[in-house]
Protein backbone atom coordinates (compact mmCIF):
# COMPACT_ATOMS: atom_id res chain seq x y z
CA UNK A 1 0.00 0.00 0.00
CA UNK A 2 0.85 3.51 -0.72
CA UNK A 3 0.15 5.56 2.14
CA UNK A 4 0.72 9.14 0.27
CA UNK A 5 0.95 12.90 2.08
CA UNK A 6 -1.14 15.25 0.00
CA UNK A 7 0.22 17.97 -1.41
CA UNK A 8 -0.83 21.61 -0.44
CA UNK A 9 -4.71 21.87 -0.82
CA UNK A 10 -5.70 24.83 -3.34
CA UNK A 11 -7.24 26.82 -0.29
CA UNK A 12 -4.01 27.19 0.94
CA UNK A 13 -2.84 25.88 4.74
CA UNK A 14 0.56 26.86 4.05
CA UNK A 15 2.26 28.60 7.38
CA UNK A 16 5.95 28.54 8.08
CA UNK A 17 6.78 29.39 5.03
CA UNK A 18 4.88 29.09 1.02
CA UNK A 19 6.64 26.86 -1.39
CA UNK A 20 4.24 24.85 -3.30
CA UNK A 21 4.83 21.62 -1.64
CA UNK A 22 6.54 18.91 -3.44
CA UNK A 23 4.11 15.33 -3.44
CA UNK A 24 5.36 12.99 -0.46
CA UNK A 25 4.66 9.55 -0.27
CA UNK A 26 4.93 6.99 2.47
CA UNK A 27 6.50 4.34 0.75
CA UNK A 28 6.47 1.22 1.93
CA UNK A 29 9.88 0.21 1.99
CA UNK A 30 10.87 3.16 4.01
CA UNK A 31 8.71 1.82 7.01
CA UNK A 32 10.34 1.22 10.15
CA UNK A 33 9.54 -2.45 11.48
CA UNK A 34 9.42 -1.29 15.37
CA UNK A 35 7.36 1.31 16.19
CA UNK A 36 3.36 1.10 15.24
CA UNK A 37 1.33 4.11 14.07
CA UNK A 38 -1.95 3.93 14.10
CA UNK A 39 -4.37 6.24 11.89
CA UNK A 40 -7.96 7.07 10.52
CA UNK A 41 -7.78 6.12 6.90
CA UNK A 42 -9.95 7.41 4.06
CA UNK A 43 -9.94 4.30 1.61
CA UNK A 44 -13.05 5.71 0.22
CA UNK A 45 -14.36 9.02 0.08
CA UNK A 46 -18.20 8.39 0.79
CA UNK A 47 -18.01 9.96 3.90
CA UNK A 48 -17.57 9.64 8.10
CA UNK A 49 -18.55 6.19 7.87
CA UNK A 50 -16.26 4.81 5.82
CA UNK A 51 -13.14 5.89 8.06
CA UNK A 52 -11.32 3.20 9.47
CA UNK A 53 -8.57 3.12 12.63
CA UNK A 54 -5.71 0.72 11.01
CA UNK A 55 -2.22 0.36 12.30
CA UNK A 56 0.83 1.18 10.03
CA UNK A 57 4.27 0.86 10.52
CA UNK A 58 5.97 4.78 11.71
CA UNK A 59 7.07 6.26 8.23
CA UNK A 60 10.55 7.52 8.41
CA UNK A 61 11.02 11.19 7.15
CA UNK A 62 12.25 11.84 3.67
CA UNK A 63 14.41 14.32 2.70
CA UNK A 64 12.67 18.08 4.04
CA UNK A 65 10.22 15.83 6.33
CA UNK A 66 9.71 15.13 9.70
CA UNK A 67 8.26 12.77 11.50
CA UNK A 68 5.48 14.20 14.26
CA UNK A 69 4.17 12.29 17.40
CA UNK A 70 0.92 13.96 17.00
CA UNK A 71 -1.04 14.98 20.58
CA UNK A 72 -3.75 17.29 19.32
CA UNK A 73 -5.42 17.57 15.97
CA UNK A 74 -8.43 19.89 15.48
CA UNK A 75 -11.09 20.13 13.16
CA UNK A 76 -11.78 22.21 10.65
CA UNK A 77 -14.71 22.71 8.11
CA UNK A 78 -12.76 21.27 4.93
CA UNK A 79 -11.96 18.26 6.95
CA UNK A 80 -15.80 17.47 7.19
CA UNK A 81 -15.89 18.24 3.51
CA UNK A 82 -12.70 16.06 2.29
CA UNK A 83 -13.83 12.81 3.57
CA UNK A 84 -16.90 12.78 1.13
CA UNK A 85 -15.47 14.17 -1.58
CA UNK A 86 -16.69 17.62 -1.80
CA UNK A 87 -13.54 19.18 -1.33
CA UNK A 88 -11.81 21.22 -3.60
CA UNK A 89 -8.41 19.08 -2.08
CA UNK A 90 -9.00 15.72 -3.40
CA UNK A 91 -5.96 13.90 -2.02
CA UNK A 92 -4.66 10.67 -3.80
CA UNK A 93 -6.00 7.62 -2.29
CA UNK A 94 -5.68 6.12 0.72
CA UNK A 95 -5.08 9.19 3.05
CA UNK A 96 -5.55 10.25 6.64
CA UNK A 97 -7.37 13.40 6.98
CA UNK A 98 -6.83 16.24 10.11
CA UNK A 99 -5.65 19.36 8.51
CA UNK A 100 -4.09 21.06 11.39
CA UNK A 101 -2.25 19.53 14.27
CA UNK A 102 0.33 20.02 17.09
CA UNK A 103 2.76 17.48 18.39
CA UNK A 104 6.79 16.26 19.16
CA UNK A 105 9.09 15.98 16.26
CA UNK A 106 10.43 12.20 16.36
CA UNK A 107 12.64 12.21 13.66
CA UNK A 108 13.74 14.78 11.10
CA UNK A 109 14.80 13.97 7.38
CA UNK A 110 17.82 15.15 5.45
CA UNK A 111 18.25 18.94 4.90
CA UNK A 112 15.75 19.99 7.92
CA UNK A 113 17.53 22.58 9.61
CA UNK A 114 15.01 24.94 11.73
CA UNK A 115 13.42 22.04 13.83
CA UNK A 116 14.93 19.04 16.04
CA UNK A 117 13.75 16.19 17.83
CA UNK A 118 11.83 16.87 20.64
CA UNK A 119 10.90 20.30 19.62
CA UNK A 120 7.02 21.18 19.79
CA UNK A 121 4.93 22.47 16.27
CA UNK A 122 1.90 22.60 15.44
CA UNK A 123 1.39 21.95 11.97
CA UNK A 124 -1.28 22.72 8.64
CA UNK A 125 -0.30 20.59 6.51
CA UNK A 126 -3.96 19.60 4.85
CA UNK A 127 -3.97 15.72 6.01
CA UNK A 128 -2.14 13.76 8.25
CA UNK A 129 -3.27 14.77 11.15
CA UNK A 130 -6.03 12.12 12.78
CA UNK A 131 -3.90 9.51 13.16
CA UNK A 132 -1.05 9.31 16.26
CA UNK A 133 2.16 10.00 14.08
CA UNK A 134 2.24 11.38 10.56
CA UNK A 135 5.21 12.81 8.51
CA UNK A 136 4.95 16.23 7.28
CA UNK A 137 6.86 18.99 5.38
CA UNK A 138 8.92 20.38 8.09
CA UNK A 139 8.48 23.87 6.22
CA UNK A 140 5.02 23.36 7.19
CA UNK A 141 5.60 23.40 10.90
CA UNK A 142 5.46 26.08 12.93
CA UNK A 143 7.95 25.66 16.09
CA UNK A 144 6.08 26.39 19.68
CA UNK A 145 7.23 28.85 21.80
CA UNK A 146 7.39 27.48 25.30
CA UNK A 147 3.91 27.74 27.23
CA UNK A 148 1.59 27.19 24.22
CA UNK A 149 0.11 23.69 25.13
CA UNK A 150 -0.77 21.23 22.03
CA UNK A 151 -4.37 21.81 22.60
CA UNK A 152 -4.76 25.04 21.89
CA UNK A 153 -1.60 25.17 18.81
CA UNK A 154 -3.59 22.68 17.46
CA UNK A 155 -6.92 24.61 17.38
CA UNK A 156 -4.55 28.11 15.77
CA UNK A 157 -3.78 28.31 13.05
CA UNK A 158 -6.25 28.42 10.56
CA UNK A 159 -8.88 29.60 12.72
CA UNK A 160 -6.65 32.84 14.00
CA UNK A 161 -4.96 33.45 10.88
CA UNK A 162 -8.23 33.74 8.89
CA UNK A 163 -9.63 36.39 11.14
CA UNK A 164 -6.54 38.40 11.50
CA UNK A 165 -5.83 38.30 7.70
CA UNK A 166 -9.83 38.84 7.34
CA UNK A 167 -9.97 41.61 9.47
CA UNK A 168 -6.77 43.71 9.80
CA UNK A 169 -5.81 43.19 6.40
CA UNK A 170 -8.78 42.68 4.21
CA UNK A 171 -11.23 44.98 6.37
CA UNK A 172 -9.10 47.06 7.34
CA UNK A 173 -10.68 47.32 10.49
CA UNK A 174 -9.92 50.09 12.91
CA UNK A 175 -10.65 50.90 16.63
CA UNK A 176 -13.74 52.06 17.82
CA UNK A 177 -15.79 50.90 14.72
CA UNK A 178 -18.20 47.86 14.70
CA UNK A 179 -17.86 44.44 13.69
CA UNK A 180 -20.66 42.04 13.43
CA UNK A 181 -19.38 38.13 13.42
CA UNK A 182 -21.94 35.62 11.52
CA UNK A 183 -21.64 31.76 12.92
CA UNK A 184 -19.81 34.10 15.47
CA UNK A 185 -19.48 31.16 17.93
CA UNK A 186 -17.88 28.83 15.45
CA UNK A 187 -14.49 28.13 14.97
CA UNK A 188 -13.39 30.86 12.53
CA UNK A 189 -15.84 33.41 14.51
CA UNK A 190 -14.48 33.05 17.74
CA UNK A 191 -11.26 34.00 16.50
CA UNK A 192 -12.87 37.08 15.01
CA UNK A 193 -14.17 37.92 17.93
CA UNK A 194 -11.26 38.05 19.75
CA UNK A 195 -9.61 39.67 17.12
CA UNK A 196 -11.51 42.51 17.07
CA UNK A 197 -11.89 43.37 20.28
CA UNK A 198 -7.86 43.42 20.39
CA UNK A 199 -7.69 45.52 18.02
CA UNK A 200 -9.86 47.98 19.76
CA UNK A 201 -13.45 47.51 17.73
CA UNK A 202 -17.12 47.13 19.04
CA UNK A 203 -18.30 43.60 18.78
CA UNK A 204 -21.68 42.35 17.46
CA UNK A 205 -22.02 38.47 17.83
CA UNK A 206 -24.64 36.70 15.81
CA UNK A 207 -25.36 33.26 15.96
CA UNK A 208 -28.65 30.19 16.17
CA UNK A 209 -28.90 30.21 20.14
CA UNK A 210 -28.67 31.18 23.30
CA UNK A 211 -25.85 28.79 24.34
CA UNK A 212 -23.82 30.43 21.62
CA UNK A 213 -25.00 33.99 22.52
CA UNK A 214 -23.71 33.61 25.96
CA UNK A 215 -20.62 31.93 25.11
CA UNK A 216 -19.80 34.67 22.33
CA UNK A 217 -20.48 37.39 25.31
CA UNK A 218 -17.89 35.54 27.61
CA UNK A 219 -15.46 35.69 25.07
CA UNK A 220 -15.66 39.55 24.59
CA UNK A 221 -18.70 40.37 21.86
CA UNK A 222 -20.17 43.50 23.60
CA UNK A 223 -23.92 42.53 22.10
CA UNK A 224 -25.48 39.69 20.48
CA UNK A 225 -28.03 38.67 18.25
CA UNK A 226 -29.61 35.38 18.07
CA UNK A 227 -31.01 35.31 14.45
CA UNK A 228 -32.95 32.26 14.90
CA UNK A 229 -35.26 34.49 17.09
CA UNK A 230 -34.57 37.93 16.23
CA UNK A 231 -34.80 40.01 13.10
CA UNK A 232 -31.45 40.43 12.04
CA UNK A 233 -32.00 43.76 10.93
CA UNK A 234 -34.12 45.85 13.25
CA UNK A 235 -31.66 44.70 15.54
CA UNK A 236 -28.48 45.66 13.71
CA UNK A 237 -30.37 49.11 13.54
CA UNK A 238 -30.99 48.84 17.34
CA UNK A 239 -27.68 48.28 18.26
CA UNK A 240 -26.15 51.38 16.08
CA UNK A 241 -28.10 53.43 16.18
CA UNK A 242 -29.34 53.04 12.74
CA UNK A 243 -26.03 53.51 11.46
CA UNK A 244 -24.80 49.64 10.57
CA UNK A 245 -21.64 47.67 11.26
CA UNK A 246 -18.49 49.11 9.68
CA UNK A 247 -17.31 45.57 9.02
CA UNK A 248 -19.43 42.27 8.41
CA UNK A 249 -17.46 38.95 8.94
CA UNK A 250 -19.54 36.67 6.99
CA UNK A 251 -18.41 32.96 7.14
CA UNK A 252 -22.01 31.43 6.62
CA UNK A 253 -23.40 33.15 3.67
CA UNK A 254 -26.81 31.68 3.22
CA UNK A 255 -30.43 33.43 3.97
CA UNK A 256 -28.40 35.86 6.48
CA UNK A 257 -26.03 37.43 4.05
CA UNK A 258 -28.39 39.95 2.17
CA UNK A 259 -29.98 41.20 5.29
CA UNK A 260 -26.72 41.85 6.58
CA UNK A 261 -25.17 43.72 3.49
CA UNK A 262 -28.87 45.86 3.51
CA UNK A 263 -27.62 46.51 7.21
CA UNK A 264 -24.31 47.68 6.15
CA UNK A 265 -22.65 50.86 7.12
CA UNK A 266 -22.14 53.71 5.11
CA UNK A 267 -18.04 52.92 3.65
CA UNK A 268 -18.62 49.65 5.00
CA UNK A 269 -16.43 46.35 4.06
CA UNK A 270 -18.30 43.04 3.96
CA UNK A 271 -16.05 40.03 4.35
CA UNK A 272 -16.81 37.17 2.23
CA UNK A 273 -14.85 34.70 4.60
CA UNK A 274 -17.09 30.90 4.22
CA UNK A 275 -20.61 29.29 3.22
CA UNK A 276 -20.95 27.16 6.22
CA UNK A 277 -25.02 26.91 5.49
CA UNK A 278 -24.16 25.47 1.98
CA UNK A 279 -26.31 28.30 -0.58
CA UNK A 280 -23.85 30.75 -2.02
CA UNK A 281 -25.35 34.39 -1.61
CA UNK A 282 -26.21 36.33 -4.57
CA UNK A 283 -26.40 39.81 -4.04
CA UNK A 284 -28.26 43.05 -5.76
CA UNK A 285 -25.36 45.36 -6.83
CA UNK A 286 -27.26 48.28 -6.02
CA UNK A 287 -26.97 47.70 -2.50
CA UNK A 288 -22.87 48.19 -2.36
CA UNK A 289 -23.67 51.54 -4.43
CA UNK A 290 -26.07 52.84 -1.94
CA UNK A 291 -23.93 52.54 0.91
CA UNK A 292 -20.37 53.17 -0.96
CA UNK A 293 -20.12 49.66 0.55
CA UNK A 294 -17.54 47.34 -0.42
CA UNK A 295 -17.38 43.32 -0.88
CA UNK A 296 -13.76 41.92 -0.07
CA UNK A 297 -13.15 38.29 -0.67
CA UNK A 298 -10.95 36.50 1.98
CA UNK A 299 -8.77 33.58 1.05
CA UNK A 300 -6.30 33.43 3.54
CA UNK A 301 -4.67 30.36 2.35
CA UNK A 302 -3.74 31.82 -1.04
CA UNK A 303 -2.49 35.25 1.02
CA UNK A 304 0.05 33.01 2.79
CA UNK A 305 0.92 31.32 -0.68
CA UNK A 306 0.87 34.61 -2.12
CA UNK A 307 2.58 37.49 0.38
CA UNK A 308 4.80 34.87 2.49
CA UNK A 309 6.20 37.95 4.33
CA UNK A 310 3.61 39.41 5.54
CA UNK A 311 1.52 36.18 6.30
CA UNK A 312 4.94 35.72 8.70
CA UNK A 313 4.67 39.19 10.10
CA UNK A 314 0.83 37.99 11.40
CA UNK A 315 1.63 34.88 12.51
CA UNK A 316 4.33 36.07 14.66
CA UNK A 317 1.88 39.26 16.17
CA UNK A 318 -0.56 36.60 16.65
CA UNK A 319 1.83 34.17 18.68
CA UNK A 320 2.62 37.36 20.46
CA UNK A 321 -1.14 38.54 21.23
CA UNK A 322 -1.54 34.75 22.37
CA UNK A 323 1.27 35.18 25.01
CA UNK A 324 -0.04 38.35 26.29
CA UNK A 325 -3.29 36.27 26.60
CA UNK A 326 -5.30 38.75 24.17
CA UNK A 327 -6.45 35.62 22.19
CA UNK A 328 -6.85 32.19 23.10
CA UNK A 329 -8.35 29.32 21.65
CA UNK A 330 -11.91 28.33 22.48
CA UNK A 331 -11.72 24.62 22.85
CA UNK A 332 -15.30 22.91 22.82
CA UNK A 333 -14.14 19.93 24.50
CA UNK A 334 -11.23 16.74 23.99
CA UNK A 335 -12.05 13.77 22.43
CA UNK A 336 -9.81 10.79 21.94
CA UNK A 337 -8.60 10.51 18.58
CA UNK A 338 -10.47 7.06 18.44
CA UNK A 339 -13.09 8.63 18.84
CA UNK A 340 -12.99 10.92 15.45
CA UNK A 341 -16.61 9.73 14.03
CA UNK A 342 -18.19 11.16 16.89
CA UNK A 343 -16.41 14.17 16.54
CA UNK A 344 -17.42 14.82 12.98
CA UNK A 345 -21.12 14.24 14.11
CA UNK A 346 -20.76 16.83 16.61
CA UNK A 347 -19.46 19.28 13.96
CA UNK A 348 -22.09 18.41 10.89
CA UNK A 349 -24.43 18.81 13.22
CA UNK A 350 -23.75 22.23 14.03
CA UNK A 351 -23.49 21.46 17.78
CA UNK A 352 -19.72 22.74 18.42
CA UNK A 353 -18.92 26.00 19.82
CA UNK A 354 -14.90 26.92 19.19
CA UNK A 355 -12.91 24.02 18.62
CA UNK A 356 -13.46 20.40 19.31
CA UNK A 357 -10.26 18.73 19.46
CA UNK A 358 -8.76 15.08 19.13
CA UNK A 359 -5.99 13.86 21.67
CA UNK A 360 -3.76 10.94 21.92
N1 LIG B 1 -11.80 32.15 3.44
C1 LIG B 1 -10.91 31.52 4.15
O1 LIG B 1 -9.69 31.74 4.03
C2 LIG B 1 -11.40 30.51 5.17
C3 LIG B 1 -10.52 29.98 6.11
C4 LIG B 1 -11.03 29.09 7.08
C5 LIG B 1 -12.39 28.74 7.05
N2 LIG B 1 -13.19 29.25 6.07
C6 LIG B 1 -14.61 28.89 5.99
O2 LIG B 1 -15.31 29.46 7.07
C7 LIG B 1 -16.49 28.69 7.30
C8 LIG B 1 -16.63 28.41 8.79
O3 LIG B 1 -15.56 27.60 9.24
P1 LIG B 1 -15.47 27.18 10.78
O4 LIG B 1 -14.26 26.33 10.91
O5 LIG B 1 -15.62 28.37 11.63
O6 LIG B 1 -16.76 26.26 10.91
P2 LIG B 1 -17.67 26.01 12.20
O7 LIG B 1 -16.84 26.05 13.43
O8 LIG B 1 -18.48 24.80 11.91
O9 LIG B 1 -18.61 27.29 12.25
C9 LIG B 1 -19.52 27.54 11.23
C10 LIG B 1 -20.74 28.24 11.82
O10 LIG B 1 -21.63 28.45 10.74
C11 LIG B 1 -22.95 28.41 11.22
N3 LIG B 1 -23.82 27.63 10.32
C12 LIG B 1 -24.93 28.07 9.74
N4 LIG B 1 -25.50 27.13 9.00
C13 LIG B 1 -24.73 26.03 9.11
C14 LIG B 1 -24.81 24.74 8.56
N5 LIG B 1 -25.82 24.38 7.74
N6 LIG B 1 -23.86 23.84 8.89
C15 LIG B 1 -22.84 24.20 9.69
N7 LIG B 1 -22.70 25.44 10.23
C16 LIG B 1 -23.65 26.35 9.94
C17 LIG B 1 -22.91 27.78 12.61
O11 LIG B 1 -23.27 28.80 13.52
P3 LIG B 1 -24.80 29.03 13.97
O12 LIG B 1 -25.34 27.70 14.40
O13 LIG B 1 -24.66 29.98 15.08
O14 LIG B 1 -25.48 29.60 12.77
C18 LIG B 1 -21.46 27.40 12.84
O15 LIG B 1 -21.04 27.72 14.16
C19 LIG B 1 -16.35 27.42 6.46
O16 LIG B 1 -17.15 27.58 5.31
C20 LIG B 1 -14.89 27.39 6.10
O17 LIG B 1 -14.64 26.72 4.90
C21 LIG B 1 -12.72 30.11 5.15
Redesign the pocket.
Known amino acids: MNCRVAPLPE??LCTHETVALPEAFYHLQHYSKETVVHAWLCENPIGVDALTWKELPTPQPGAGEVLIQIQAASL???DL?IVQNKYQMKPPLPFVPGSEYAGVVQAVGEGVTHLKVGQSVACLSGTGGFGSHTLAPAKLCMPLPAGFPAVDAAAFI??YA?SH??LIDRGQLKAGETVLV????????TAAIQIAKAAGARVIA????AE?CALCTRIGADATIN??QDNLRDALKALTDGKGPDVIYD????EFAEPAFRSIAWRGRYL???????PIPALPWNLALLKGASLV?????D?ARREPQANAAMMQELAQWYGQGKIKPVIHHTLPMAQLKQAYEE??S?G????LVMVN
Open positions: DGNFPLITTHALGAAGGVGAASNKYSPVGGVVGFAAGGVFWGYMGRVMGK
